[in-house]
């Protein structure tokens, strides 16, 4: 089949550039080189919408970040999935009062609506559990909070039901063109379409240079978090930081939608693929989130783990490749990557149809989004078990996740394949026990539905088998 775009790399960018292609009309298709969308830096960041203060006036970080946080609220509302807008917090000492204003004023520049500097009685009253050092701190009322993950699986799931193409572990290792058509292969498999845009994230020179492209010299930067467990819900209310430096927005303390409390990131140089936890890394939150926050309880620390930015200088690199025609890319999307996402995708797709994309009214279809049942009334909940007893047996007890909820995931219109795949769609394995209790349960529903052997489940893809044998068979189990 043709198609008029195709999309390289299925991160919250190009998940957006996909949808929007998608609701403009245009047949497109979607590539991703893992076995789900979000599975690099957009399954690991900190969830937030940044209100746009801090970026460098007039650069793309500043003009997009603005933008994006501007339609976030009705793009959730459309998909049906969460958006917290709690506003967020950048807090300091008497003595960097000065360096806070400063702040104040380049969000004033970047035209940030509803900023206020409050003072510490002001702080309190929002955060009571703030650091005694802390006496002063810049509110930013337009920031919010997102499921990253969740939101790319429901942009991607959203341009599916309207006619779009998403294909998971489709690793583009040739592109060619062939009577004015890009022809983008794997090996096996290969699409056609007239525009091709880049979002590849860390693999942008991998792509680039398959088609005689620029490349560039990309930083790869690790930033480790600590998670704690529901329990915490309130020690915090919304995303606090320190005040920024160039390199970062330092490690803060934050709020999630789902009710847990984050720390983090760190930001050390590193190879594209680390995502360790590390024992320095763990050490340097715990020590740097007390600066902002008193006695944060790390004894419910639940989760230890890493995301990669992808940067490239110090701004976006968005737009048209001029030696290529008809080739785009967003790439060195770093933060406020997240936040910029949608306003990113804005400008590629009026690039694509400046230069030419047909566009087409369509019958436009809403996604439907997952039940949650721990959101459901007792009369509610009674109803739906009545319909489909699965919704009554628990697999997921920590999050209270459903059998129902997990074949719903299975079912939905892109379908996950892994048990992390079901675990950013439904929260199944997110819990105190980090799927202690319900990996065996989740992996003989997954075997069963996918028609495979529970040795063939993975976790997360090629070579995340966890099941490795039956002790029953082979002479390996005796009565």
């Known amino acids: 089949m043709n198609y008029d775009v195709i999309v390289i790399g299925g991160g919250i960018v190009g998940a957006c550039v996909f949808n929007q292609a998608v609701l403009k009309g245009m047949k497109a298709v979607l590539l991703e080189a893992e076995n789900d969308v979000s599975a690099y830096a957009s399954k690991a960041n ?51 009062r000065a360096n806070l204003m400063a702040l104040y004023e380049r969000g004033k520049e970047n035209k940030i609506p ?3 500097v409050l003072e510490r009685e002001e702080l309190l009253k929002l955060e009571p559990n703030l650091a005694d050092s802390i006496s002063c701190g810049l509110f930013a009322k337009t920031a919010g909070l997102i499921s990253p993950y969740l939101v790319c699986i429901a942009l991607c799931e959203e341009g599916v039901v309207n006619g779009g193409v998403v294909k998971t572990s489709f690793k583009v290792n040739s592109i060619k063109k062939e009577n004015n058509l890009f022809v983008v292969s794997n090996g096996k498999d290969e699409v056609r379409g007239k525009f091709v845009v880049n979002c590849a994230g860390p693999n942008v020179n991998d792509i680039n240079k398959l088609v005689g ?5 990309v930083r790869y930067v690790k930033g480790e978090y600590i998670l704690l467990d529901k329990s915490q819900r309130g ?21 999630t939608v789902h009710g847990n409390i984050l720390f983090g990131p760190t930001a050390t140089p590193c190879d594209k693929e680390d995502t360790t936890a590390t024992e320095e890394g763990t050490k340097e939150i715990k020590e740097k989130a007390c600066n902002i926050v008193k006695n944060p309880n790390f004894k419910k620390t639940i989760k230890l783990f890493a995301g990669i930015r992808v940067k490239i200088g110090d701004d976006f690199v968005i737009g048209r490749v001029d030696n290529v025609k008809n080739f785009y890319e967003a790439v060195g ?7 910029s996402a949608p306003a990113i995708a804005e400008r590629i797709v009026e690039l694509l149809i400046e230069d030419g994309a047909e566009t087409r009214k369509i019958n436009f279809k809403k996604r439907k989004p997952y039940i949650d049942t721990s959101k459901m009334s ?9 319909k489909d007893a699965r919704y009554g047996k628990i697999i997921c007890k920590c999050e209270n996740i459903s059998e129902g909820e997990i074949i719903d995931a299975l079912n939905s219109p892109l379908k996950p394949t892994s048990v992390d795949a079901i675990k950013r769609r439904v929260r199944t394995t997110m819990g105190r026990c980090q799927g202690g209790f319900c990996l065996p349960s989740l992996v003989a529903i997954l075997a069963k539905h996918l028609k495979v052997k529970e040795e063939d489940v993975t976790l997360d893809g090629v070579g995340g088998n966890i099941v490795v044998g039956d002790i029953k068979e082979g002479d390996r189990y005796e009565n």
């Open 46 to 96: 900190s969830g937030i919408v940044h209100a746009g203060y801090d970026p460098k006036p007039n650069s793309y970080m500043a003009i997009f970040n603005r933008r994006g946080n501007e339609m976030y609220p009705d793009i959730c509302k459309r998909l049906g999935v969460p958006f917290l807008n709690c506003g967020s917090l950048v807090v300091t000492t008497e003595e960097n």
């Open 235 to 255: 020690f915090v209310n919304r995303p606090i930081f320190p005040l920024p430096t160039k390199e970062t927005k330092g490690i803060l303390a934050n709020a």
């Open 333 to 339: 999307i770093c933060s406020p990557g997240l936040s």
């Open 378 to 386: 007792k009369t509610e909940l009674e109803e739906l078990i009545k």
């Open 114 to 116: 509803n900023l206020e």
């Open 213 to 217: 492209a620029p490349t560039y010299d």
